[in-house]
Every structure is written in C-alpha cells, then in structure tokens.
C-alpha cells in the first residue's frame, strides 16, 4: 500500500513537472500555430542558469524567482524579432518553424556544452534544495517535502493559467486568438505584442520547471531533449491548444508512466509512446484540440 | 435512366440547415446550371455530390451506381470530375506537367516506379489535346504561376477535363475573370464533347444562358425554380431572391 | 473534324513535339549535366582509394552511408513533403538486424543484407501505413513516438546487449572475387557499389509515374484526390521505400564499424539526418549526399576544435530553414545560373 501511495504521489509530481512545460507548449501552438520544438531548450537554459544565480546567491528561492526571468526574456525577443517576422514574411511555412526550433534546440545543445561542459568543465552540476523543503513529510507514509511543493507549484501555476485564461482580459485576447487569428486581429489587438507576451509566458513557465527540475536533480545538456518527448505527448493527448487538455495529458502520462515503471517496468518503455500513437491515429486531434479539417 | 441522379439531398451543420430536399436529373450530354445568390448552398451542394462532404439525407447516382458519402477520389473514378472555385492547381509544375497528372490518374500506369513518366508518349498526346481544347498550347511548357488568371480557370477546367469524366462539375469557373476572358470560356465550354454531362455552378449570367439549356435556382438551400433559361427569368420568387431591378438587368430584361 | 487530324500527325510523330519545344530542349539539356555531374562523380569516388589515406577513405565510406539513409529520407521529405523524425528507426532495424544475423545467428553477410533490407522495408511500409493518415506537424510527432519506441525496445532487449549495443560484427564475405573486405579500400568499393545501385533505383523511382504522383502529393494533395488518386498507397510506399534505403544504411554501417548501439536509433540521429538533408538541399536529387558530405566533414574539422559541433549544425540549419530553402545544392546551382547555364529543377 505504501508502495502504491508512494509511486501515486511520484506520478502526480511528473504530471506536474511536465504539466508545467506542456501547458507553454500548448498555448503557443494553439495562439500561433508554432511548434515550438526549443521549449526544451529553454527548459535547460532555465536549469544552467538558475545554477548560475544559486551559485552566486547560494538561496535556491532566488534562483527560481530569477532563473525563468532569463528564459521569458530570450523567449519575448525570440518571438518579437525573430520567429514572427520570419511568418509575415510569408516564405516559412508553419512546418519550417517547427524545423527552424528545431535547429535552434540543437543549437542551444551544443552551446550550453561549449560553455558549461568545455569552457568551464563543470560536469555534475545541481541546486541545492533549500532547508525548508529538503526533509520528509507524513503523508501518510513519509514523502519528500520538496515533491509536494513541486505538486503544489504546478496545481497553483494551473491555477492561476486558468484564471488568467478564462478571468481577465487578456485571457480572453489569447482564448480569442486561439479560436480565430484574423478576427482578434481585425479588432486592432496588437496581436503581434500578445503573441510574443505568451511566448514568453511559455518560456517563463518552461524555465520555471527548468529551474525545479535541476533542484536535487542533475543538471546536463540532454535534458533538454529528454524532457522534450514527454512534453511533445501530453500536448498531443490533450489537443493542441487546450489548456484543460494538457492538464488531463499530463495526468494520464505521469500516472502512466510511474505506475507502468513501479508494476509493470518492461512495459513502460512502450507505454506512453503507444498511448501517443494510438492518439494520433483514432483522434489525431486529442481530447479538446479542435477536430482536423475534412478538405 | 438518368446519368446523375440526385435525390431528396439535405445537408445540416448543427441546427442550420443549408440544403434542404435537392433534386436533379441529368441526363448524357445535359448541360445544366445551378445559381443562387450567394450562401445559398451552391458549393456545399457540389461538394456533397463531389464526395468533400457527406449529404445528411438522400442519395446520389452515377448511372444507377450509389456514389453517396463516396471519398472525392471513388467519385472521380466512377466518372464525376469537377473544378474549384479557387484556383487548385499545381503552382511549381507546368501546365503540361499538370495536365499529365490529370491524364495519369485513370492510366493504369499511375502505379509504374521503374520506366520514366515522360516516355509515355499516349498520356503525353493526350496531355497536349486537352490543352489544345481548352486554347492552352502557347502556355503548354510554362510554370502555372507564371500564366495569367484566365488561363489558370482555363487549366482548372482543362484538369478536369483531362480526368475523362461522363459527368463535369464546374464550381465557378468564371469566377473573377474578365470580360474577354468570359468570352474565351464560354466559347470552350460550349465545345466541350457532346456526351459529356456538365453541371455548372454560376454568378455569371453570360456564361449561364451562353452555355446551359436548364437552370436550376437556389435559394437557402431550397430550390426555388427549375426549367429553361426563359422559364426561369420569369419566375416571381426567382426574381425576389435576386433583389428586383438588379435582377431585371441580370435577366436581360431592361435591354430594349 | 481537326482534332483527329491533329492526333493522327502526332500520333506518327508522337513525342515529336517534347523533343523540340524549348522547355523540352533545357530538359535535355538538364539531364545532360546531371548525367555529366554523376559520371564525373562517380569517377572521382573510383579514384578516390588511390589517393587518400585511411582514415579519408573511412569518411568516405561514412558520407557514402548517410548519404543512403538521407536520400531515401529525401524520397518523403523533398519529394512527398513529409518530414520525419524517427528515421533513425529502421537505420536501426537494418543495422540490428544484420548485427542479430551475422554475430549471433551466423548467416552469411550477404544474405543477411538482404533480410535486414527486406525486413526495414517491410517495417517502415507498416508504420507507414499507420503514420501517413496524419500530416505536417502530427505526421512529424507520430514517426517520433515510433521512433521513440524502437529505441526503447533495443535498449531493453538484452539478447542484442541492451544499452552496450554488439560487437565483432563481420563484413561482408568478398573471397569469391579474391579479396578482403575487412581491407577499408575493399569495403569502399563495395559501399561504393550499394550507393550507387541505391541512387540508382531512387533515381529510376523519382522519374516514374510513380515518383510524379507523389510530387503531385506534395504540390497540392487536395487536387490530387480530385483526379481520382488514393494518395495514401502512395505515401505509404513512398515511406516503405525510404525506410529501406535507412535498413540498408544500417546494415552498411554496422560492417564499417563491427558494432551497433541503440544510439544509432536515438531522435539526436534522427534529427542530425534531418539537417543533413536540409542542409544539403531537399529540392535536389544529389541535395542529400552534398549534406551528408558537409556534415561529415565539418564535424570531423570542428572536433579538431570543439566537440560542440551540433551548436554550429544548428545554426546552418536554422539558416537553411529560413532563408535558403535549397541548401547547398540550390546554392550550387544558383552559382551556376548565375554562370549562364540554366539547370531546371529536376523533378
């Protein structure tokens, strides 16, 4: 029984932690039709840099209000001056810009481990937990205190996603745009100035879990792509563009994932994959992504 | 009987209904208009015929063979090919290249990996007759992006053509043309083979009485009148539906 | 009536007016260099054990390879318009399946080669069957999961060595034409003699009614559907092709260096043939091997610098992607416009 609690509460921090990643995701593909396949890469920038702040701040709570600042910045000057005037010049179809953050993903691979790797030589590199939250705490079994702040981070960023979605104003911009590009356009938004605030949303929140996932973890140049196939599933299975959808994807993967790894271990190899796969082929679309057009 | 028969169609999305109960018969070699102002149901109507959308109600017939809710490639090999009203070709390729696809598509060659396309010299003559017929020879070896628009209407009917159908469909061909190249179309359109069944979706009045000898008109999804050229412009609700005067001009009655 | 006329005095001189008309004459013209490009080719690569060393000779080999893989990628990427990034899988599966064949089980390596081909063509045309119902970005996400899974599959399954790959795989058995292929100058013309029964059978293929209908694909399915063409056979083959140009690769690759890992089915490989074949130039038929040329050559000049070669292939990459859509065979052949010649886009 404990067994079971303890791998419960382990999938439900993984949904979490790739909640956070894939909700960016999402957004960003259903507001702007890009795939933005560099979403790992700001996941490691996140990590390698909130290294950097711990190390000169030595306070792991720094590091994660600073760490995704960095990351939401480079993802705002991305979209602003790079991905969206390459679109309106009309000659990158949407395909290409998911090639193009493709390369860019590959380019930041290879520059992080010219940098930290051999520039510097740092190989094992990690963010100390802070006191508050290194130890254990009864759950009914005894859980590590700092796996339930990652839940509770996720469900309060959930949280707050939806508020700001369905509450405000510009939720209701970015719901609208969604929905119908041109339209939200023709009311004189300045789309291109909400397109590039949620890109950098998506950044922010991809660094954020960057951050939480180098904390008492690793931190290396893979874990950019690492995480970047999990991510790319939930998205799929919860429907590109629907938040609510990438809450249930995650669940349903981390859950997936973790039980499959603790009961049934030769399986959870093929598990998600499969779960991917057979989404893509009875209902390419997810569960509340927009179903495909018929011509 | 009837080479295309179409019964009792109806098409919903939701709650709005946008065709309600359509009928047609055409016989071989008909040549037959459907018009309507606009969202009346017209590319709807040829889309569920044309196998893009599938009708809620009613059947469609090629020759007694049941074609409804047919993918658009089945309905092109039982004999149904049609145009779009937005130009559907292909851009990069050239008008030849285009036209031998089209030729290709009932060959059984279509399926052929080791001989090279271009030695097929019957699909290649073939390729050249369509595009003599529809006045495209000039432009034969020419990429489609470079051709003006008329012509690109022109090779959209051509690709059509090219499929070898009993029945043609054309969704618009005149649409956004000019005068002399409405001209050029009519004088194609009524060269066409005899026993090719056309069925054509129009605003354009000239091209309409120029080249049909039936019309058939819609209005929300409903047909509101069905005969001949002169029947039609008679009609009371035909002409309520076009909006008096405006009509009256676009039946040709206020010429003296 | 005239039209009969007319068909009649075509049908004596049928293919008369191609051969005359000016498009037809640039075409002429264009497979002329394109014949003179691949001889002259050809001949350099027959030439090349006798001026270069080893180690050049190895790289050889190893561009030779990729270049396989990348042009039968090129096959559904440049020609169909479906990018993939799980081909690294059936590199895989050749190379697993000659490794299985000749180390474990004992076949001979020929018959083997044959399998393992066969097998890639047999596997990828089955995922294929299942993949090419999506397209654009969902086709890119499912042939990742597939590929996804073969990886996880060869890592888990001990008998191919789980994580530590195989070794001491042998090379083919050359003895009947009295010589060695364990020599790497032997084993380069034997490479060598693969590519270019491979390049050959594509080249065959892309010129085909066959290969027109998926150009036709590419350029506007919907039309396509229209003339009567059930597109998805087509693009199932397409892949099934693709993938086994991959097998073979994969079974070439595993002989050049006598051992196999599950690295060679990772998505890093995927994605890194994926730049070789946009970079070298998706719109060319030799577009693919000028990428696999340049990415094992600038890897193999930059590790002299820096082992973060994949910083510099990225960038080109984004480069490519944005601004210069044909990679370095269309800048090739801009160079060569610009001289005077006009080569046509071969299709």
Known sequence: MTFFIFNLVNGLQLSMLIFLMAVGLTVIFGLMDILNLAHGAFYMVGAYFGYVVFQITDSFWVALAIGPLLTMALGFLLQYYVLQPLIDRGRTAHLDMALLTFGLLFFTIGLIDLVFFETLGLTFMSIDKPPALAGSIDIGIMYPTFRIFVIGLGLGVALSVWLLLDRTVIGAVVRAGVDDREMVRAMGVNVYLVFACVFALGCWLAGLAGVVAGTGLSIDVNMGVQILVPTLIVVVLGGLGSVKGCFLGALIYGMTETMAQAYAPALSLFATYFLLAAMLIFRPQGFFGRAPKTV | MSQLSIKDISKNFGALNVINKFDLDLNEGDRHAVIGPNGAGKTTLFNMISGWLPPNTGSIQIEGRDITGLSPQAVTQAGLARSFQKNTLFDGLTVSENLRLAVQANSKERFNFLRSARSFADLQDRAHDIADQMELTPVFDREVETLSYGQKRQLEVGIALACSPKILLLDEPAAGTSQAERATLVRLLTSLPSDVTLLLVEHDMDVVFGVCSQITVLNYGRIVASGTPEQVRQDPEVRAAYLGEVTATAMGETDA | ?347
């Open chain 3, 1 to 347: 009536m005239e039209q009969s006329q007319e068909n009649n005095h075509r049908a004596q001189g049928g293919s008369d007016v191609t051969i005359h008309s000016p498009i037809a004459q640039q075409d002429a013209r264009a497979r002329k260099t394109f014949i003179f490009t691949a001889l002259a080719g050809l001949l350099f690569l027959i030439a090349l054990p006798f001026f270069a060393g080893e180690y050049h000779l190895s790289l050889a080999s190893e561009i030779l390879i990729f270049a396989i893989l990348t042009s039968g990628m090129n096959l559904l990427l440049g020609y169909t318009g479906l990018v993939s990034l799980g081909h690294a899988a059936y590199l895989g599966v050749g190379a697993y399946a000659t490794a299985v064949g000749t180390a474990l089980l004992g076949y001979p390596v020929w018959f083997v080669m044959l399998a393992a081909t066969f097998a890639s063509l047999l596997i990828s045309f089955g995922i294929g069957l299942l993949s090419v119902r999506t397209k654009g970005v969902q086709f890119l996400l499912i042939t990742l999961a597939f590929g996804q899974m073969f990886h996880a599959l060869a890592e888990k399954t001990r008998v191919t060595g789980g994580d530590d790959g195989m070794t001491g795989i042998p090379r083919i058995d050359l003895g009947f034409l009295g010589v060695d292929a364990d020599h790497d100058q032997v084993f380069f013309y034997f490479v060598l003699a693969c590519f270019v029964i491979a390049l050959g059978f594509l080249r065959l293929v892309v010129r085909s009614p066959f290969g027109s209908v998926l150009v036709g694909i590419r350029e506007n399915e919907k039309r396509m559907l229209a003339m009567g063409y059930s597109t998805f056979p087509y693009k199932a083959l397409a892949f099934g092709i693709s993938g086994m140009l991959a097998g073979l690769a994969g079974s070439l690759w595993v002989q050049h260096s006598f051992f196999v890992n599950p690295h060679i089915m990772t998505w890093q490989m995927s994605g890194e043939a994926l730049l070789m074949v946009i970079i070298g130039g998706s719109k060319a038929f030799f577009g693919p091997l000028l990428g696999a040329a340049f990415y094992v050559l600038a890897k193999d000049i930059l590790s002299d610098i820096t082992e973060a070669y994949l910083m510099f292939f990225g960038l080109l990459f984004v480069l490519v992607v944005a601004f210069f859509h044909g990679g370095i065979a269309g800048f090739i052949s801009q160079i060569f416009i610009r001289i005077g010649r006009s080569d046509r886009k071969d299709l």
